[in-house]
C-alpha cells in the first residue's frame, strides 16, 4: 500500500482521533500533554500517529 493510499483510508479515522484528544485539553490541564504523548504511542502504527499527530497540530492552530 502507498503512502498516498494509506492516508486517503485512515485520514477521517486520524481526524477523528485528534478531536478527541483535544477534546480533553481543558479538563485536564498540565497533564494534557504528558497524557496525549502516552496515547500517541499507544497507537499501533507510527505512521498513524503521525497523522493524529498533525491534525492535532492543524486543530489547535499550530
Known amino acids: 500500500m502507498s503512502r498516498a493510499d494509506y ?3 485512515h485520514a477521517e ?3 477523528a482521533e ?6 480533553e485539553r481543558e479538563a485536564m ?9 502516552t496515547e500517541l504511542y499507544r497507537l499501533s502504527s507510527s505512521h498513524y500517529a503521525a497523522m493524529v499527530r498533525r ?3 492543524r486543530l489547535a492552530g499550530g
Do not use: S, Y
Not at 18 to 23: I, T, W
Not at 29 to 37: D, H
Open 7 to 9: 492516508h486517503q483510508q
Open 13 to 15: 479515522r486520524a481526524v
Open 18 to 23: 485528534a478531536r478527541r484528544l483535544l477534546a
Open 29 to 37: 490541564g498540565a497533564r494534557w500533554l504528558p497524557w496525549v504523548a
Open 55 to 57: 491534525e492535532l497540530e
